[in-house]
C-alpha cells in the first residue's frame, strides 16, 4: 500500500487534468448508482469520496455490501473477488479498484 | 480545569498531561509508537473522561436532543447508538457526539471544541424540556480499543458481550455497580466505551490494565488516537474538526439527516449546502523523512497555492507523514502529485483513505 514518493517533475498539465477527469467520471458513474441502488437519502455531492462504507459512515450491512458489489460488478464489467472486503471500506478505495482493473483489461497495467 | 476521577493512578503510570479545551488529557504515556502499535496489533486503554456524558429519559430525551443534533434521534433502534454531531447556531461544529438507545434513557456521549461552559450554554438554547443528568462528574469513561480488546472485555465483563454489533449499548456490572458498555471507538479496530461510575473505576481500571498487559497492550494518549484516527480516517473533531468547523468540507453529510426540519445550526448548514461545496479535504501521504507535513503548510499545483494542511500525524503502520488538506472541490481527488511548502518544495500525493487495511476486519468473533 505505501508509495514510495520520489522528486519527479510534475505531470503535464494534460496528464494531471487526465487523470482527474477520468477518476472524476468513475466517482460519477458508481455515486449515482450507489445512491439508486441502496435509496440513499443524499446527493452525490453529499457522499465524500473517503466517507466508510460499512460500519461507521454510511453503516451499510452486509446485504448493502453485496449490492454495492453488484453495482461495482454491472457498472464498470469488472469482477470484486469473493470476500475482498478491503475495496469496500470507502468510495474512493472501489474507485481505485475499479481504475486499477480497468488498466489492467486495456493492457496498461 | 475539569480533570479525570483516574488522575492519581494514571500519574503513577507515568502519564503525560495537557490542557485541551478547558479539560485535562492524558496526551501520552510512552511513545505514540507504541501506543499506536498496541491498538494496532493488541489492546490499548485510554482514559475517555475528557468527553461529557449525560442521561436523558426516554420520553423527553427524544425531542430535547431531535432538537439539536444533526442526526435523526427518533430513528435510533433500541439498543443502538447513533454518530453525529452538535452544532452551533452558525452550523458550525461544537461536539462530535454518541447518541445511544438505553432501554428507558437517552445515553447522550459529547467530544466536544467547546468548554463546558460553552457546551452548557448550546444545550441549554432551544427548545424542548430537558431533564438531562450530567453523569460527567460521577462516572469515569475509559476506551479499549484494538485488535485483542474482545478478548479484554470478554475476560472481565463474559462472553456474552462477544455479540454486541458495531455502534450498539449493553448494560452490565462491575462489582455490583452497573456499567454502560458501548461497542464503539474512532481507531478503525474494535473498540469499545465503559462508561462506569466513580465508586468502581480505579478497581476496573486496575484489571482492564492487568488483563491488556497480560496481552501485550499499552495505556494510551490521545496523541496516538490522533494519529489512529488519522490513519483509520476517522473524523477527529480535535484536528480537522477544530480547524476547518464546517461539517460539509469534512464530509460530515452522512451524520446529517437533511429532512430535519430543525437542528442546531439547520438553517446555515442547508443555505451552505444549497450553494454547493466548494472545497473539501483529502488525504495527503509524503515521503518517510519529510518533515514539513504539518498542520497550516500548504500545498501547490504549478506556482499556485491551492491547499492547506488541517490535520497531520503520522502512520506508524506505513511508516511515512500523513495529513489532510482543504482542496477546492476541483482538485480534490486522489492520486494526484503536488509540492509542499512552495512551487519547488518536497512531492506530496493525495491519497484514497483510509490508506491502512487494519487486522480486526479480518476477524470473525464468531469463528474463534
Known amino acids: 500500500m505505501q508509495t514510495m514518493l520520489k522528486s519527479v517533475g510534475a505531470p503535464a498539465p494534460e496528464q494531471f487534468k487526465q487523470l482527474i477527469a477520468r477518476r472524476a467520471q468513475v466517482i460519477k458513474t458508481f455515486k449515482e448508482e450507489l445512491i439508486h441502488r441502496l435509496n440513499l437519502p443524499y446527493s452525490p455531492e453529499d457522499l465524500h469520496e473517503d466517507v466508510s462504507l460499512l460500519g461507521s459512515g454510511l453503516g451499510l450491512d452486509s446485504l448493502d455490501a453485496l449490492e454495492i458489489v453488484l453495482c461495482i460488478e454491472s457498472c464498470f464489467k469488472i469482477k470484486i473477488p469473493d470476500g475482498d472486503i478491503a475495496v469496500l471500506r470507502s468510495i474512493n478505495t472501489v474507485v481505485d479498484h475499479v481504475i486499477e482493473q480497468q488498466d489492467r483489461k486495456g493492457g496498461r497495467a | 480545569m475539569r480533570t479525570s476521577s483516574l488522575k492519581d493512578r494514571l500519574a503513577a503510570a507515568g502519564a503525560v498531561f495537557r490542557e485541551r479545551h478547558g479539560t485535562e488529557v492524558v496526551s501520552r504515556f510512552a511513545d505514540p509508537r507504541a501506543e499506536c502499535g498496541a491498538v494496532r496489533d493488541a489492546v490499548g486503554l485510554t482514559d475517555f473522561s475528557f468527553v461529557r456524558v449525560y442521561s436523558l429519559p426516554e420520553e423527553k430525551g427524544i425531542d430535547f436532543l431531535d432538537a439539536r443534533l444533526a442526526g435523526n434521534v427518533p430513528k435510533i433502534r433500541f439498543g443502538r447508538v447513533l454518530h453525529t454531531f452538535l452544532a452551533d447556531r452558525e452550523g458550525y461544529l461544537a461536539a462530535d457526539c454518541y447518541v445511544a438507545n438505553n432501554d428507558r434513557e437517552f445515553i447522550f456521549i459529547c467530544e466536544s471544541i467547546l468548554p463546558d461552559g460553552g457546551l452548557d450554554a448550546l444545550l441549554a438554547a432551544g427548545a424542548g424540556e430537558s431533564a438531562v443528568e450530567d453523569l460527567t462528574a460521577n462516572h469515569v469513561v475509559l476506551s479499549l480499543d484494538g485488535f485483542k480488546s474482545w478478548e479484554v472485555v470478554k475476560k472481565v465483563f463474559g462472553p456474552d458481550v462477544l455479540g454486541l454489533p458495531y455502534l450498539s449499548i449493553e448494560n452490565h456490572?462491575?462489582?455490583?455497580?452497573?456499567?454502560?458498555?458501548?461497542?464503539?471507538?474512532?481507531?478503525?479496530?474494535?473498540?469499545?466505551?465503559?462508561?462506569?461510575?466513580?465508586?468502581?473505576?480505579?478497581?476496573?481500571?486496575?484489571?482492564?490494565?492487568?488483563?491488556?498487559?497480560?496481552?501485550?497492550?499499552?495505556?494510551?494518549?490521545?496523541?496516538?488516537?490522533?494519529?489512529?484516527?488519522?490513519?483509520?480516517?476517522?473524523?477527529?473533531?480535535?484536528?480537522?474538526?477544530?480547524?476547518?468547523?464546517?461539517?460539509?468540507?469534512?464530509?460530515?453529510?452522512?451524520?446529517?439527516?437533511?429532512?430535519?426540519?430543525?437542528?442546531?445550526?439547520?438553517?446555515?448548514?442547508?443555505?451552505?449546502?444549497?450553494?454547493?461545496?466548494?472545497?473539501?479535504?483529502?488525504?495527503?501521504?509524503?515521503?518517510?523523512?519529510?518533515?514539513?507535513?504539518?498542520?497550516?503548510?500548504?500545498?501547490?499545483?504549478?506556482?499556485?497555492?491551492?491547499?492547506?494542511?488541517v490535520a497531520s500525524g503520522r502512520s506508524f503502520v506505513l511508516n511515512q507523514p500523513l495529513a489532510l488538506a482543504l482542496f477546492p472541490v476541483e482538485l480534490a481527488y486522489s492520486g494526484l502529485q503536488f509540492r509542499l511548502g512552495a512551487p519547488g518544495g518536497p512531492v506530496v500525493k493525495s491519497i484514497s483513505m483510509p490508506p491502512i487495511m487494519p487486522k480486526s476486519l479480518t476477524v470473525k468473533l464468531d469463528e474463534m
Open chain 2, 173 to 309: 456490572t462491575f462489582e455490583g455497580e452497573p456499567v454502560r458498555f458501548l461497542r464503539a471507538g474512532k481507531t478503525s479496530e474494535f473498540g469499545y466505551l465503559l462508561i462506569a461510575p466513580v465508586k468502581v473505576a480505579p478497581s476496573l481500571f486496575d484489571i482492564l490494565n492487568s488483563e491488556i498487559q497480560q496481552r501485550g497492550g499499552r495505556l494510551c494518549g490521545v496523541d496516538a488516537h490522533d494519529n489512529l484516527r488519522l490513519e483509520g480516517r476517522f473524523f477527529n473533531i480535535h484536528a480537522e474538526g477544530l480547524r476547518v468547523r464546517d461539517p460539509l468540507p469534512l464530509g460530515l453529510q452522512w451524520m446529517i439527516d437533511f429532512d430535519k426540519e430543525n437542528f442546531s445550526g439547520c438553517a446555515a448548514i442547508k443555505q451552505r449546502r444549497a450553494g454547493g461545496l466548494k472545497k473539501k479535504i483529502v488525504g495527503i501521504e509524503a515521503a518517510p523523512g519529510c518533515d514539513a507535513l504539518k498542520d497550516g503548510a500548504r500545498i501547490f499545483h504549478e506556482d499556485r497555492e491551492v491547499a492547506e494542511i
